[in-house]
């Protein structure tokens, strides 16, 4: 039992309760409801306090089992949405020894072990309710019908023939025979599928997360101007004085449906060799933690300056830009010519900035692998290319144990070899009543 909506005054609030018990406790408090309930029909009815007098006049629902999301008998009080009068329906709900509350992704765990979902989809639950950018919930919702899942069982699948079948030979060799010949090519596929899934992961971060761009470059180029361009609003100190921009500043925008933390560093006053000490240390520290920079420099500056500050960023990809275009155009290689002032520019430089990030297309609807599958993924990769170099050089038995525990990794993705632990931690993440 848990209330299905957030503890704040709303509209309606929904008290759902799961399990054997649901209709009978349910019905106590709405006992104007049939005793067998049409399923999925909503029921106007009263809820009534222990002595029978009305809290709310409500919809009363049943699912029932296994038709339900959590596959059990539900029931769901739906009430107003006073948490006063949400409080008084729990307590009289609980009142029942046969009811406790739900724990946080309790319901969403029990959908799972009833096999209403593999755990890929679960997950995909809890990060739809945590989406806050359209990218996010596009391919949340792109998980949540199977996206994700649809691709690892048909990686999933041939392994554990593959598997069964090395298994088979071991333990019977008469009656399998030859099932192990193609062993090493089969074991070379998969593990190819494993990294193409692997190499999505860093989409999947991207839209999770959101990306991170910051703008660096010396003093007075127009950063803050630009900054403020395509923020959509004056947040950032402008003033020709060099080095108005002291700290760092960050604003979220969301572009194409992808959520981006703008950054806008201090300028820096001198060449990046001899640099300002105040802003250059957290500049850098920016840096280093974007998924892009934005040199913005101004009309004028040299190919050597330009190389300069390009290192400043180390190892992050930086998109260079021409600041202030409209008091001098650029050189042909001078970056993408911007004009925070006048806003010309902008629209290819936040075309250019996605493409940089996102590769081709648009971050539409594609189901994400999260670090945690990542994670699994390189695992069960690692050992398919230990298994390869099994088929190659070892024993049937080395090769069959690689394989095994190649099935073992991804069965952490799909949930098909999850233990307690990860699904507690998993759900631990989930929100108290989904
Ligand atoms: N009021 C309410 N709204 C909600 C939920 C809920 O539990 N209650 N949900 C949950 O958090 C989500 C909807 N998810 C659901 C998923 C499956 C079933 C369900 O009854 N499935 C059955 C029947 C399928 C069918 O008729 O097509 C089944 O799968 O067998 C219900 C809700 C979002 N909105």
Request: proline share 6%; hydrophobic share 45%.
């Amino acid at each position: 039992m848990a209330l299905a909506t957030a503890p704040a005054a709303g509209a309606v609030g929904i008290l759902r309760l799961s399990g054997p018990a649901a209709l009978e406790v349910g019905r106590r408090l709405a006992p104007g409801v049939p005793v067998s309930p049409v399923p999925r029909h909503a029921y106007l009815a009263s809820f009534v306090d222990v002595a029978g007098r009305p809290l709310d006049e409500g919809l009363f629902l049943y699912f029932r089992a296994p038709h339900s999301f959590t596959g059990e008998d539900v029931v769901e009080l739906q009430a107003h949405g006073s948490p006063r009068l949400l409080q008084l329906l729990l307590a009289r709900v609980l009142e029942d020894a046969r009811v406790r509350p739900a724990h946080a992704g309790e319901f969403t765990r029990r959908a799972f072990l009833h096999g209403r979902m593999d755990l890929t989809r679960a997950e995909a639950v809890a990060d739809l309710v945590a989406a806050d950018s359209e990218a996010a919930v596009r391919a949340a919702a792109a998980g949540l019908s199977g996206g994700l899942a649809t691709r690892v069982r048909a990686l999933e699948e041939p392994l554990r023939a593959l598997h069964a079948d090395l298994e088979g030979v071991l333990n019977f060799p008469e009656e399998a025979e030859g099932a192990d010949e193609d062993a090493g090519p089969r074991v070379a596929a998969l593990r190819a599928e494993a990294e193409a899934l692997l190499a999505d992961s860093g989409r999947g971060r991207l839209v999770r997360r959101g990306a991170r761009v910051a703008l660096y470059g010396p003093v007075n180029a127009g950063k803050s101007t630009l900054f403020n361009r395509l923020v959509g609003e004056a947040r950032a100190l402008v003033d020709d004085e060099p080095g108005t921009t002291r700290d760092v500043l960050e604003a979220r925008v969301e572009w194409n449906g992808l959520a981006l933390s703008l950054l806008d560093t201090a300028g820096l006053r001198e060449t990046p060799g001899r640099v300002e000490a105040l802003g250059i240390a957290r500049t850098r520290e920016a840096l280093a933690a974007v998924d892009l920079a934005l040199l913005v420099l101004p009309p004028g500056a040299s190919p050597a300056e330009a190389e300069a500050w390009r290192r400043e960023a180390g190892a992050t990809p930086v998109l260079r830009v021409a600041g202030k275009c409209d008091v001098a155009r650029p050189p042909e290689d001078g970056g993408l010519p911007v004009s925070g002032k006048t806003g010309e520019g902008l629209e290819p430089l936040r075309a250019a900035v996605l493409s940089r990030l996102w590769g081709e297309g648009t971050p539409a609807a594609v189901a994400l692998v999260s670090e945690r599958h990542a994670d699994a993924l390189r695992r069960t990769a690692e050992a398919l290319g230990r298994a390869h170099e099994a088929s190659r050089l070892s024993t049937l038995e080395v090769l069959s144990g690689e394989v095994g525990l190649a099935l073992e990794a991804l069965g952490e993705v799909s949930g098909t070899s999850a233990s307690e632990a990860l699904l507690d931690a998993i759900f631990q993440r989930f929100c108290i009543g989904k």
